[in-house]
């Protein structure tokens, strides 16, 4: 297991996603700022992006410091440790009605509590619906076993 994982393998938000699975979540994503600011460093690359297209145009600096920013804080804690937008209709509505998962919720085909997921939101519900019936162990398990884990 992957030691970014350590205290979140087994969280999942009540809208289905699992929190070691998420880049923001398993700390892939502020993993990747740090090795980006050494590749930049290590490489040289300010010293000689000027030669190329365009090149002369970055503000290294600024680069250096979002990259820094996203070591720091490109992170999430998960919803259940109060990582997230704190105002997500989602979880607000599933602690009220105490589900662990809204895949238990008869309530799932009509709400509309996952429209501002945008894009995201029918494909988010459409997982919900195939786990119904699932305990969240038991969504784990089965999301590890077909490997999407
Ligand atoms: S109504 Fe049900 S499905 Fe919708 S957010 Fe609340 S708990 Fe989840």
Known sequence: ???????????VGPCGVICGACPLGNGEVAKSADQT???????????????????????????????????????????????GPPDCAIRICA?????????????????????????????VKENLKKIRGLSKEEYLKKMRSSSRL
């Open 37 to 83: 600011r050494k590749y930049i460093a290590d490489c040289q690359i300010p010293v000689w992006a000027p030669l190329i297209a365009g090149g002369e145009k970055i503000d290294w600096d600024s680069v250096d410091r979002g990259l820094k920013w996203m070591q720091k804080y490109a992170r999430c804690e998960g919803c259940r440790n109060g990582g």
């Open 95 to 123: 602690r009220e009605r105490g589900l662990e998962l809204c895949s238990s919720c008869e309530d799932l085909d009509g709400c509309d509590r996952f429209e501002w997921l945008g894009e995201h939101s029918r494909e």
């Open 1 to 11: 297991m992957n030691e970014a994982w350590v205290g979140i393998e087994n969280q």
